[in-house]
């Protein structure tokens, strides 16, 4: 009974937080998702769910929920796919090992705004570091308007956050490797099995709980992104990059309409929720373990 | 024993909290004090200093700033201004609420257009009306601070959201500034034959907004087309923005935009202008002392692109008046913050301001000392139209009219660009 009520005590520092952080402006934001509230005025009228109808039927907020989501899929094949490989590269203790992988986690602890306008120049079609490589290695062919073209400055950007984020996710999946016993694929290649039937086999199965962190982590990221686009395109051109955070950050901001901003933010929130619930359904399935 | 831990646990965690609570008390208690001695700044004993707060975006400014704040409190004894500034986009995001709860920006700046009807309809302007530093101003460059006949602001600076051109490379080509449409092509194709780029055209983020002003300025010269547009009574499908955006591609599809102008940042067409890669670069005359600054061998003018035959051009090019100055309604020292704007409408302190900082002024008689700044003297006697794109008052609807532009650049038929942002248009009709 008294280390319950211990626990409370040291609890309540932090529930005190995360009240007053997190639930005060979700409920508040909730709220103001139901009146017309400009974020200046001293004043505001409830609107019912007109804003939740406005933001629904806006040709903007379906353009950046419809970028939102290939920018999502994009991000998660491609960083599943790079960070699991880099892991399986990098998994052994070897001294170079271990400075790859400092090398290929750096990009994580550098600002997302730092990031992104370091591409920004990296992406500048005449003055930029790509097309000048290209140029200079005869692959004009190849030479791109990386951020300028409604075509590819989504995926553009979505190649930045693969790169920023998939040394941090090479960690989880090295994690993982670590923790399958060495005595399996022993067995297994005793019994004759190639590399590629191992991996099928044993590895990827036992990755499985690392999959589904790695997978889940990336959604939740990918689909919040901001910073990046933000510095990068701004949600341009026209619309190519707009995507649901960036539109609610205009709708607040630029449109003064803190109103339809928070009824986007919590269609936001609802979409986000049922994506991240519906992928550890999915992937919960595939769990296994030997014995 | 287990009993007495646990209350004197509860105790010591008890004296936190409250310890916390009554810092925080104290801290609002010290400030309300202060403000309440402020706020009776008549009748407070004299010696008592006020500080005012003072918020702005430009930090390029600051250096020039504290000098100017540095004299005012000298000829004020008793007024500190503590200024503090902060990036453009954080302005218009972190500002706002401060403002409405007027924690800061006893004295602060306002852009024209959005940002300005969403303060004034929140009631943060105080009433600068019948202040007798207004006739220190050109009263036709302070409208823009006006609504309901009260002047709420006052616009300090004066920008002419013109194309900059190289009069060098202009005379060595033998050109001259084209009166109409067909001249100014073949000014363009002039140009590119001759290896120079056009015109640099940040497509990426400024060049749009800055271009369309005086693409649009003839084709529909009228002072109000956007708010008809706004209120339903003229559409972006209309021939005066289908026209403009037409002309658009054509300059693009000519090759006379550098390539790939919409992945270029207002940074990189500065630099192909700096570089004397390219002769005009759309911008405005806010751009002039920074690109003389990179490159001293530059020399300047504004040329605004006349889109239609030299008999039907209504106006010469575009003006803007911004970073308009402001005080709080809700400030504790109102008088002290009236006296710091009428510091700055000074004839003197205004010309330092902007020679200081490369940027003219709407102060009248102000004396400026680099051909930068001179240059829009001599645009101060032209016909010149008040920035269209600020007329748009919806964010919105701005986007979606610069957004047609990047349309028309990405390959999108005129008509198809204008359909689309007028459907945008059209969704907040009728809201």
């Known amino acids: 009974m008294r280390n319950r009520k211990l626990l409370w005590l040291f609890l309540l520092p932090g529930l005190l937080l995360y009240l007053a952080i997190f639930m005060y402006p979700t409920v508040t934001g909730l709220f103001y998702s139901f009146t017309n509230w400009d974020g200046v005025s001293p004043s505001y009228h409830l609107v019912g769910l007109d804003n939740y109808k406005d933001t629904l039927t806006s040709i903007v907020f379906r353009k950046a929920l419809f970028n939102n989501v290939k920018f999502m899929i994009a991000v998660v094949l491609a960083q599943t796919a790079v960070s699991l490989g880099l892991a399986l590269l990098l998994v052994k203790n070897h001294r170079i090992h271990v400075v790859l992988r400092a090398l290929f986690f750096f990009p994580a602890v550098l600002s997302s705004v730092s990031v992104g306008l370091i591409w920004s120049f990296v992406y500048d079609p005449s003055l930029g570091l790509i097309n000048a490589a290209l140029d200079r290695l005869g692959a004009d062919a190849w030479m791109q308007n990386w951020t300028g073209s409604t075509h590819i400055a989504l995926y553009a950007i979505a190649f930045v956050q693969v790169w920023a984020h998939a040394g941090q996710m090479m960690i989880v999946f090295i994690a993982g490797l670590q923790t399958i016993p060495e005595e399996l694929n022993e067995a297994a290649r005793i019994d004759g099995a190639g590399r590629w039937q191992i991996f099928r086999r044993i590895t990827w199965p036992l990755l499985a709980p690392s999959a589904t962190i790695v997978v889940a982590y990336t959604t939740i990221q990918s689909f919040k992104a901001f910073d990046l686009i933000f510095t990068m395109t701004d949600g341009g051109p026209n619309y190519a990059t707009e995507i649901l955070t960036t539109y609610i950050y205009h709708t607040a901001f630029a449109s003064y309409a803190f109103g339809p901003a928070s009824a986007g933010s919590v269609i936001f929130l609802i979409v986000l929720s049922v994506l991240t619930a519906l992928q550890f359904r999915l992937l919960r399935g595939n769990r296994i373990a030997y014995s | 024993m287990k009993q007495i831990k646990f209350r004197a646990a509860l105790l010591i965690l008890s004296v936190l909290i409250v310890s916390v609570l009554s810092a925080c008390g104290s801290s609002n208690a010290n400030k309300s004090n202060t403000a309440s001695a402020g706020s009776d700044a008549g009748n407070k004993p004299s010696g008592d200093p006020v500080t005012i707060s003072f918020i702005h975006w430009r930090g390029e400014d600051v250096e020039a700033l504290n000098g100017i704040i540095q004299k005012f409190e000298a000829a004020n004894p008793g007024i500190n201004v503590e200024m503090q500034t902060m990036p453009s986009e954080q302005y218009q995001s972190t500002a706002q609420a401060k403002l409405a709860d007027a924690s800061v920006g006893d004295v602060f700046t306002s852009f024209p257009g959005a940002q300005f ?315």
């Open chain 2, 117 to 431: 009807g969403a303060l004034a309809k929140a009631g943060v302007f105080a009433d600068l009306s019948g202040e007798s530093f207004l006739s220190n101003y050109n009263p036709a460059l302070i409208e823009a601070g006006k609504q309901d006949g009260k002047q709420l602001a006052v616009p300090y600076q004066l920008v002419y959201n013109d194309p900059i051109y190289n009069v060098k490379l202009f005379e060595k080509y033998g050109l001259t500034t084209p009166k109409d449409w067909d001249g100014f092509l073949a000014l363009c194709e002039k140009l590119k034959s001759e290896g120079i780029i056009p015109i640099a055209f940040a497509g990426a983020d400024i060049g749009p907004g800055q271009l369309m002003n005086s693409m649009v300025m003839n084709n529909e010269p009228s002072t109000d087309i956007f708010t008809k547009v706004e209120a339903g009574e003229a559409k972006l499908t209309d021939p005066f923005w289908v026209k403009t955006l037409s002309q658009f591609k054509e300059l693009n599809d000519k090759g006379y935009l550098q390539k790939d102008a919409l992945g270029t940042k207002d940074a990189a067409a500065g630099a192909l202008f700096i570089q004397e890669k390219a002769a005009i670069l759309a911008s405005g005359s806010f751009q002039l002392a920074q690109n003389k600054k990179q490159n001293p061998n530059l020399e300047q003018q504004l040329l605004a692109p006349i889109t239609v035959a030299a008999d039907q051009a209504k106006y010469e090019g575009i003006h803007t008046t911004t970073f308009m100055l402001a005080v709080n309604s809700k400030s504790k020292h109102p008088k002290e913050a009236k006296k710091f704007i009428a510091f700055l409408s000074g004839k003197d302190i205004a010309g330092e301001y902007a020679n200081a900082t490369g940027q003219n002024v709407t102060v009248k008689d102000v004396q400026y000392t680099t051909p930068e700044l001179q240059v829009a003297t001599a645009w101060a006697s032209k016909k010149t139209l008040f920035q269209p794109r600020f007329t748009i008052t919806n964010a919105d609807n701005q986007k979606a009219v610069t957004n047609s532009i990047q349309a028309v650049l990405s390959g999108k038929s005129p008509e198809d660009a204008a359909k689309e942002a007028q459907a945008i248009v059209d969704q907040h009709l009728t809201k």
